[in-house]
């Protein structure tokens, strides 16, 4: 990607636009949660423990949605992330364009619309299979069947095919003394919210926090045909990686033997992928390399470890790093997994920087910008590495917010009732911190919790917008960039 801000002073204005204000005045803890792709129609404004809405960018206004009743206390350290993709499904039938699910056990609604289904397992031929949903049937009630029509045709659907759909899941975590209903994810498609573990966690959460998903749907950092491969490897021989570039990564089989297996890379060499045992994979076998998107990672606490969870096994886990963190995170640190950046250095193949990173400006009144590398260290351990950017002299603390799209992470730095905001972009590939704008729009304290977010206006990713959800205040406004 270019230089992100190309208006040109005396023939663009660097304009900010007022945008539909928030239902609710924002409150310490209070945050906002977007896809990777910055793509995806909704957000998620996280406005207490039991209030919660949709943001609109299409029709630009907001929605309430059912209370996640989520346990601690809320406030500072109050996080979460999006997974692009939904619960997973089980189909009580269908044909060779249509799938059809109960009502009663999955509510599926119109929002899948446009988005598209992976099949998971059942019907031979279709697992790994993606399609586009172009027509929903439903009678309204939460009984009978729901239907869902496909662009293209697969072997037709059976009953106990499972499947999930790229509509979406929000993950919240709620800080203080952690309990059943801390941490909780809400299914867009269904809008049923489900609990999900603590275990492995501190017994009590606060200070700040930051959470991550590094799934990015449809986004590949390599591609290929195997020349060969077995249970525990896939072997191309026309690639010339970096020996454990690829660790922390997931391949997954678009093609051939093999197809819909997703494995998370523990090992490479020059041409060679490792993972766990339990893959099918031969010549015939096409593969793409990805995000993990599994993995959830949190940070805060005031403390400098980093726990990691997975998605599909429900647990935590925590990331013992060759290198730790050289300082905990503070008050208002970020945290942003950087993917494609759109430039030819960070995508080469033979030495990946897109996807490997981990970016989290420390905060609590700091100017450090510390990076952690998912496949670096000691087997695949992960290590942190403090970043010196330049200029070194902006501190950032309660009140700042951060998002990341291409070669940028664009800053929100804090601001007050009498000072107004002013906002940064950090760009990666050159390690420089660099000016964007002032917002003399003022809103009232500072407060905690992240609340800046990107959103391209179409897949082109030639422009979009920063969105900035004022402190204490009801303030939506937004710039654009081009």
Known sequence: ????????????????????????TTAAGGFVMNDNNNLKRYIMYVASATVHYLYDHENDDWIQI??????????????????????????????TTTITV????????????????????????????????TAIKHNGTATGDITLTLD????????????????????????????????????????????????????????DGRMVNTGSFDVSFDSGTASS????????????????????????ITGGTGQGQIRVITDNNATTLTFASGATIDATSTYVIEGDENSIYLIGNNAVTMYKYSISGNSWATVSPTTARGGAPGLSSGMEWVGKTGDTVWADITDIKDGRYIYSLRGGASAVMDRFNISGGTNGAGAWEVIAYTPYITTFTTGTSTDWLGQWIYIAK????????????YNLVENTMKPLATDWYLNGAALLGNR????????EGKVFWVYNLGSTSTNLRRIMIF
Not at 235 to 251: E, G, H, L, P, R
């Open 229 to 252: 491969g077995s249970a525990t490897t896939l072997v191309d021989s026309t690639k010339a990686w970096t020996a454990d570039q690829w660790i922390n990564y997931q391949v997954r």
């Open 414 to 425: 804090e601001g007050s009732a009498t000072v107004p905001q002013r906002f940064y972009k």
């Open 102 to 133: 109960n009502a009663a056990s999955f509510n599926i609604h119109g929002i899948v619309l446009g988005r598209e289904v992976e099949f998971l397992s059942g019907t031979a031929g279709n697992i790994g299979l993606r399609r586009t949903i």
């Open 66 to 95: 059912a209370s996640g009743a989520l346990g601690g206390t809320f406030g500072a350290g109050a996080c979460g992330c999006y997974s692009d993709w939904s619960a997973t499904y089980t189909a009580n039938g269908g044909s």
């Open 1 to 24: 990607m270019a230089e992100a801000q190309n208006n040109i002073p005396l023939l663009h204005r660097k304009e900010w636009q007022t945008m539909t204000p928030a239902p609710t």
């Open 152 to 207: 293209e045709a697969v072997t037709a659907v059976a009953n106990n095919d499972t499947f999930r759909i790229t509509s979406g899941t929000f993950f919240v975590f709620m800080p203080g003394t952690l309990s059943a209903t801390s941490f909780k994810k809400y299914d867009l498609a269904t809008g049923v919210w489900t609990a999900c573990s603590v275990t492995g966690l501190p017994a009590t959460w606060g200070t």
């Open 452 to 459: 800046l977010w990107c959103r391209y206006l179409s897949s």
